[in-house]
């Protein structure tokens, strides 16, 4: 895989957190391409990250063995049409990382014969603890499987997923997931600071106790019920703060959250493909 060219059209916030990923976990910066509309942007990522820049989508596609589309899904059907000739003529894997853009849109904009893997990434992938949904098209073989799959794998956990309809769940789930935590931490930094604590303080307690909470669940057999039970003294203060979130409606608010997540993708599938 650390062979393999990888071109990413589109340099923003989850192209670059893909390939400082990639190049912490050992991919070469010299077999690593990006392409944008924004100069600054493109010069910012090859000065940090010694990757090759060009500002002509076309330019990469010629260079690379797989092409991450990674540009916002609303002008992904432009970009992919700009690039369909040079696609046909060099058959690169096409991975789509675009939220909201379905198979069967992209094999309509890129040509029914061409190997598609669409996948959901998060940011985490920057610090290799990414996670990250895929599913294959029937072009695409197991040689290209493994590569999409390793590739991702590289800055964290990628699971396949059976239908690709499941990619609107793991988008409202994981892919929107790291905003979700960050709201709670801004939530528990402001209650904190209300309680007179320095910011600096609040902040690193909440963010090591973000941590703690993740590499526990994730190391121990036990449910995240099990775990808050540990956590929860009877007669003492967290359960105070539970019946709280209990009462508030949180767990209502959570389902509904991620419901209207789960809503949107399959709404931009729609809105975006009739374009
Ligand atoms: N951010 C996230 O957490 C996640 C994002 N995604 C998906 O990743 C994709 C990118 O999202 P994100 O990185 O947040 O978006 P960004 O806007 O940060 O990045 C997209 C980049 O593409 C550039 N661009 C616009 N038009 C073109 C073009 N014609 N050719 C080449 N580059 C172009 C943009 O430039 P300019 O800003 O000047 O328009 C921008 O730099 C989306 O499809 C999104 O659904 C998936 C998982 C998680
Ligand atoms: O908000 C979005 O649409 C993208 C997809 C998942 C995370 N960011």
Known sequence: ?????????????MASSLITGLIA????????????????????????LNINISVANEAVI????VVVLAVKPQVLREVAENCVAVIKNK????????????????????????AVVRCMPNTPSLV????????????????????????????GV???????????????????GPAYYFLLM??????????GMQEHTARLLIQQTALGAAKIALESNESPEQLRKRVTSPGGTTEQAIEAFEQ?????????AVLAAHSRSIEMSKQLGEQ
């Open 248 to 256: 508030g409606g949180f767990r209502e608010l959570v389902a509904k």
């Open 25 to 48: 976990s050992g991919h070469s910066p010299s077999q690593i391409w990006v392409s944008d509309v924004n100069q600054d942007a493109l010069k910012t990522l090859a000065n940090n």
């Open 62 to 65: 010629e260079e690379v063995d």
């Open 186 to 195: 801004e939530a528990m930094e402001q209650a904190a600071l209300s309680l």
């Open 1 to 13: 895989m650390k062979t393999k060219k990888i071109g990413f059209i589109g340099g923003g916030n």
């Open 128 to 155: 290799l603890t990414g996670a990250t949904g895929l599913h294959a098209n029937t072009n695409v073989d197991e040689e290209q499987r493994d590569l999409a799959e390793n590739i991702l794998r590289s800055v």
């Open 158 to 176: 990628a699971l396949w997923v059976d239908q690709e309809s499941e990619l609107d769940a793991v988008t409202a789930v994981s892919g929107s």
């Open 91 to 114: 058959r690169p894997l096409v991975v789509s990382i675009a939220a909201g853009i379905a198979q069967e849109s992209l094999s309509r904009w890129l040509g029914t014969e061409v």
